[in-house]
């Protein structure tokens, strides 16, 4: 009966797994995946880079997007991934990180080889290309639920990668532990400015999700980098720009991003057009936000849909990495 239950399960992940790849996934070890981002391509053919680079000097060319698990404790509204495909706990092997990251590297460069046979590339973006520099650990799932992060969060850093990670914050016992295992940036989601909102916004499986996003919260200016990243959908919670300033204000991060939900994906399914929010009202939005509080609007970029807020920008916002 045990074997059956098991055989039905490694079925299951066969059939995920095919489904996650035909949607431009590719899945690495057991449970981790890489999905070259559209900044990345545009930025080999000299196109376009994505926010990451405007906001703080990320190579967009080099930058590789993934994450160590499909499982998520969020149904966010606005996710664009197919949210039939997660679990809410960890089931099954734990991968070693090196295996992790080793096979994001080989599969991101592998995915990009098409590239050297397009003639809108980038000679030097093509170069660069090959010797990845970031990680973006926001494909996809909730990163904070493996189990060997602070490890990998390590080996990254060791290989002279960055490691920007993203996080919906439940999990502040990770949070804690990477305080030791600091990643090059720590981001925090929040997708709404109140216990109601926010529930609304990410449908979480947990009862205390709040609870224990402010926990998280709490932890965030102990990060050498930190940004506390508010999405933002309009009719849901594209309100109350007072209610983020005051989470703002309490909790101090060294930047604020403030996001507009965009129509892709599988959101498509449950979101209409109507709810992307163009980057005007997004402006507008962080205007109302900076009114209310002692940040101020510092950057933007409209493609993205995307505002920046600091107190006071430094030296050092934009990251160097000429000659690496």
């Known amino acids: 009966m045990q074997l059956t239950v098991l055989n ?9 797994n095919i489904k996650r790849t035909s949607e431009g996934y590719r899945i690495v070890g057991n449970h981790s995946a890489i999905k070259v981002c559209e900044y990345c391509k545009k930025a080999i053919k000299g196109q376009d880079v994505c926010y990451k680079n405007t906001f703080y000097g990320i190579e967009s060319w080099r930058c590789i997007q993934m994450s160590p698990t499909f499982y998520c404790n969020h149904r966010c509204v606005f996710c664009w991934r197919d949210i039939d495909y997660t679990w809410p706990k960890w089931q099954g092997i734990v991968d070693e990180p090196e295996e992790i990251v080793d096979g994001c590297i080989k599969a991101h460069i592998e995915y990009l080889q098409g590239f050297k046979g397009n003639s809108k590339a980038v000679e030097q973006k093509l170069r660069g290309m090959e010797k990845p520099l970031h990680f973006a650990i926001s494909l996809t799932g909730e990163p904070t639920m493996y189990p060997k992060l602070p490890e990998m969060i390590d080996y990254i850093k060791s290989r002279g990668m960055t490691a920007f ?11 804690e532990k990477l305080l030791e295992h600091q990643p090059t940036q720590l981001y925090i989601s929040v997708y709404g400015p109140n216990k109601e909102i926010h529930s609304k916004s990410s449908n979480p499986i947990q009862k205390d999700a709040w609870e224990r996003l402010n926990k998280s919260l709490s932890l965030m200016n102990k990060f050498n980098r930190n940004v506390m990243r508010l999405t933002l959908v309009k009719g849901i919670n594209l309100v109350d720009p007072n209610g983020y300033a005051k989470l703002i204000e309490e909790y101090g991060p060294m930047f604020v991003e403030l996001k507009g ?10 979101l209409e057009r109507a709810n992307m929010p163009l980057h005007e009202e997004i402006m507008e939005f962080s205007r109302e936000v900076e009114k209310n509080s002692s940040y101020k ?17 430094f030296e050092g916002r934009k990251m160097d990495f000429e000659g690496l």
């Open 8 to 16: 039905e399960q490694q079925n299951q992940q066969e059939l995920k």
């Open 165 to 175: 990670l993203v996080t919906n914050g439940t999990i502040p016992e990770m949070v």
């Open 297 to 313: 609007i510092i950057d933007e970029k409209k493609e993205s849909r995307v505002a920046l807020m600091v107190k006071e920008d």
């Open 261 to 270: 939900y965009m129509h892709v994906g599988h959101s498509q399914e449950r």
